[in-house]
DNA sequence: GTGAAAGCGCTAACAC
DNA sequence: GTGTTAGCGCTTTCAC
């Protein structure tokens, strides 16, 4: 069913339609609907609602909004919702936000500066209750959250920032753990597929990679930067394949270049891990499905999207801004040479 | 930054304050931020723009949507936006929403009828200006949309569905398309992996598959059903390999069933297409880099988004409802035994 | 070209 | 327990 060429007349059953069918105030059918402030007699209730379903009564929302200040409304805004760990970010934020009686505005920023600006700045003049960040920057501009008195939380961010809340998980110590793990196996030449940010800033999983092979005595491996996608990693692989000093482990900053180096290994008619171990970040699913599956860092995608929805707007709503981190797991699987 | 503990005072700046410093009335306020109905001077107009500049002055998005009747947002219903497929597709419908001006908000109904319902129903009582629904119903319950007059579109529909607008893809001859193909490979037992929906309702996909197998002169070959998942895939897989005529190629209606009989096919040390021939369904970025390739029916998701809110409340907008049948396209990649 | 004012549907303080 | 009513911030008709 489409909308009619000319707009239908307001057919909008109000508040006043329900009053006058119960013949009570409008007053007492917000009572009702509301469930308070004041107390109504069962049997005024009861008129109320039979009013209420016989007229079809649905509450303005707007009206609601404009009244109340309150829109029970959060706004997300992640790079990339076809890239699986923040798909399920965005649904996990959604079922949280849901538990609370909130809905979702997703929005895409494509890893975009202008474009993430214009949706918080889109998202500020929708008077969101709250704003779910997932930047593509380590210091984002909230000034438009700001003069609006929007709050904000600044998710999957691994760096304190200053009277921000921020909740994420420590990545240096994730990346370190994978490495380990790979050392562990024996390897001694061990690379890195680095993802890289918009903002070209630092990221600690480089310096997780970097401080494992210290801690072990090993020398700095080679390092292939490109983007955080399944593209970027088959470019990493094909460079770290072709380097001089050719890795026997490599250490991939997210699931999706491991997806693409993978490939790049599977084209070279290389055996993983036999002839190249791999070890990744994330834990997507899809990194259990791949051949052989992958073993990664899990990030605990449901409790960092739970805890920035209550910071926002649930029980941890007020207090005073901090950095939350969550700890991480490494699923042992098979391209490291387990199993 | 957090919300306070306590409200602060309502400090927000309105169109009346920009009126009182700007020395002019609402209304013109009102006539230089929406450009319109009425012209204004330029000299009045500058003096507006600097007053909205200096005071920060936001529109107030509820009273306008409460004044004009309209949020200028849509929803959207998927069952998982953590599946690929419809992260893709959600992903879509919000650029194209946001082309013409709308906010989307996201919900999912992770394949649950009373969820779906409830979402629906959230949705309308938000006066959302559409909502474009990808039910797990082919026969949704959309009267709660009715009774608030919100036009809705089903998308990723794939059958006529009488007095609705539908948008999706013909599952029948996308099927075929691919058995074909794994057919002309020289294939004579072609199992199919059918996903089971919600409703327990027939998918054409079965249709295609028993179509080209009929056209061929072949019989008709095993078929196990799971969910629409890698998990149900990856049982699918099992069963199949197990199955007392054990098939030489595989149809899957899906990508992510493909990607789960991939790891059966794989821990059962069978090469695929050598020992296994495979084709799936969807055209998803995942399936490409699987091992090997997956040929499969791609889906012109980002075309059926945008044909879905153009209809919804765009360009195409009160056009009388239809269904709206957009052209899949065989991905041969080698999982089937090409290249 | 500009302004006054009605009213969108709702909540809640206040009066009874 | 119930009713009256004043706005929330905005758009737009109608008068000037």
Redesign the interface.
């Known amino acids: 069913?489409?909308?009619?060429?000319v707009p239908?007349p307001?057919?909008?059953v109000t508040r006043k339609d329900v009053a006058r069918y119960a013949g009570v105030s409008t007053a007492v059918v917000s009572y009702v609907v509301n469930g308070g402030p004041k107390k109504v007699a069962p049997a005024t209730e009861a008129k109320v609602q039979d009013a209420i379903r016989l007229l079809?009564y649905?509450?303005?929302?707007?009206?609601r909004?404009?009244k109340l200040?309150s829109?029970e409304?959060i706004g997300?805004i992640i790079p990339?919702?076809?890239n699986?760990f923040f798909?399920?970010l965005?649904?996990a934020v959604?079922?949280a936000a849901?538990e609370l009686g909130f809905?979702?505005?997703?929005?895409?920023s494509d890893g975009n500066l202008a474009k993430e600006r214009r949706n918080i700045r889109?998202?500020?003049?929708?008077?969101v209750d709250?704003v779910v960040l997932a930047s593509v920057l380590l210091d984002p501009d909230?000034t438009d959250?700001?003069?609006?008195?929007i709050?904000?939380?600044l998710l999957s961010h691994s760096e304190r920032s200053a009277?921000?809340?921020t909740v994420g998980v420590d990545l240096a110590e994730g990346a370190r753990k994978a490495v380990e793990h790979l050392v562990w196996h024996g390897h001694t030449n061990i690379g890195l597929a680095m993802g890289t940010t918009t903002g070209n800033e630092g990221d600690a999983r480089e310096d997780g990679w970097l401080q494992a092979l210290k801690d072990a005595g090993l020398a700095e491996g080679p390092i292939a930067r490109s983007e955080f996608t399944?593209v970027g990693g088959y470019a990493a692989g094909q460079r770290l394949l072709a380097s001089a000093n050719r890795p026997t482990a490599i250490f991939a900053s997210s699931d999706m270049q491991a997806?693409?180096i993978?490939?790049a290994l599977?084209e070279a008619g290389l055996s993983v891990p036999g002839d190249m171990a791999l070890a990744s970040f994330d834990g997507a699913?899809?990194a259990?499905?791949?051949?052989?599956?992958l073993t990664t860092v899990e990030q605990p995608v449901r409790d960092m999207a739970e805890a920035a929805v209550r910071?926002?707007v649930g029980a941890d709503?007020?207090?005073?801004?901090r950095h939350r981190v969550f700890p991480t797991r490494l699923l042992v699987r098979q391209s490291c040479g387990c199993g």
């Open positions: 069913m489409t909308s009619p060429a239908a307001r057919t909008q079809g649905r509450p303005n929302a707007a009206a909004a404009l200040g829109t409304t997300l990339d919702n076809s699986p798909s399920l965005a649904h959604e079922d849901a809905a979702l505005f997703l929005t895409n889109n998202l500020a003049a929708r008077q709250g909230l959250l700001e003069a609006a008195e709050p904000s939380v009277g921000f809340t399944r997806i693409g993978l490939r599977h699913v899809e259990e499905y791949s051949w052989p599956p910071a926002l709503r007020g207090e005073p801004a």
